[in-house]
């Protein structure tokens, strides 16, 4: 059965279900939801048994002994299972088991059969774990803080998004803390941008996805997140080349096709559908020929920064904001 990740009753998930699976990429979600799920086992006296897949099937008295388990002489357990895929169906039989067990997974297709089973099996249940957008985070936020009884302006939460790449954890974590002292303290928005900072640093691609799209929002928390985390022009070009070859390969795989939308449908190998969106606004942005000119440009700027190490930094972050406004296409990096 298929279980929405925003409203689990989680009393109604420890009693009426056997198999729980909760898969995707949404780290933090999945281990919130894991850690609510465990406090209601363990206010009905269950030990958690964590163990992962691979662990498992190497180590396989360990689950014959769980499954084997007897609840009315032995300590009730539920084990929880991390890294699945469908080589646990060589040792367990989802469809017919009568023990508690909670599977964890990172993204799985449609035709997975793991998903299958426990989508449409009425006494199990699958919970997908999306990726958290910034409306969902904002809204969490603003949940938090409203059953807190505090009152905080939609002005300043929103100024800690613009500020900062928050996740779902970051959020918990400073709810807590904003929980402790706020009957001694004066909330004001330093005092919130001291609660709520972010512990995630950017990926590469996601840089170089927002530097393409123009997102000149999330370029000044890509800029922050330099600041906080170190990271280096060297670990930022090679994503950033790759992505601009992505889209020139796009564009040319059929050269006569004039419309985003059909060159990204028609395109092979088959382009992610969580891709599709971002890819038709970047090649939308960029024509073909921008995109090898930039290409060009892209190099110039790492000969640039490996000659003048010491001001490397200055020189990148320059040209980060030159590609989201375009003037990359007129300044000069590099010259011989």
Request: include cysteine.
């Amino acid at each position: 059965m298929i279980i929405k990740s925003f409203s689990i009753d989680y009393e109604k998930l420890y009693n009426a279900f056997g198999v729980t699976l909760i898969y995707g990429e949404n780290y933090y979600l999945k281990n919130e939801i894991v850690e609510k799920l465990s406090k209601v086992f363990n206010n009905h006296k269950f030990k958690i048994k964590l163990v992962e897949q691979d662990y498992l099937l190497k180590n396989i008295e360990i689950l014959n002994n769980y499954m084997n388990q007897n609840n009315l002489f032995d300590e009730n357990e539920v084990m929880i299972i991390r890294d699945v895929n469908d080589k646990l169906f060589n040792y367990i039989d989802l469809e017919n088991i009568d023990k508690k067990i909670i599977l964890l997974a990172d993204n799985l297709p449609k035709n997975n059969k793991l998903r299958n089973i426990t989508e449409k099996k009425q006494k199990n249940a699958c919970i997908a774990c999306y990726a958290d957008d910034e409306k969902t985070l904002i809204n969490l936020l603003r949940q938090g803080i409203t059953s807190l009884n505090i009152k905080i302006s939609n002005e300043s939460i929103n100024q800690l998004f613009d500020i900062n790449k928050l996740n779902r954890n970051d959020i918990n974590s400073g709810l807590e803390k904003l929980n402790l002292i706020s009957k001694e303290k004066k909330i004001d928005d330093e005092m919130l941008s001291t609660l709520f900072n972010t512990t995630s640093s950017f990926d590469a691609f996601e840089i170089s996805n927002n530097l393409l799209s123009g997102n000149k929002k999330e370029l000044n928390k890509i800029l922050s997140s330099f600041y906080h985390f170190s990271t280096s022009f060297s670990e930022i070009i090679g994503p950033l080349k790759y992505k601009i070859n992505k889209l020139i390969n796009i564009f040319e795989y059929n050269a006569n096709e004039r419309k985003v939308s059909l060159l990204i449908e028609n395109y092979k190998p088959t382009i992610f559908w969580k891709e599709k969106k971002i890819i038709e606004v970047q090649l939308t942005r960029w024509s073909l020929e921008e995109l090898h000119q930039l290409l060009e440009k892209v190099n110039q700027v790492e000969i640039h920064c490996k000659l003048n190490f010491d001001i490397a930094e200055t020189i990148f972050n320059k040209f980060l904001l030159d590609i989201v406004t375009k003037r990359v296409l007129i300044n000069t990096y590099f010259s011989q």
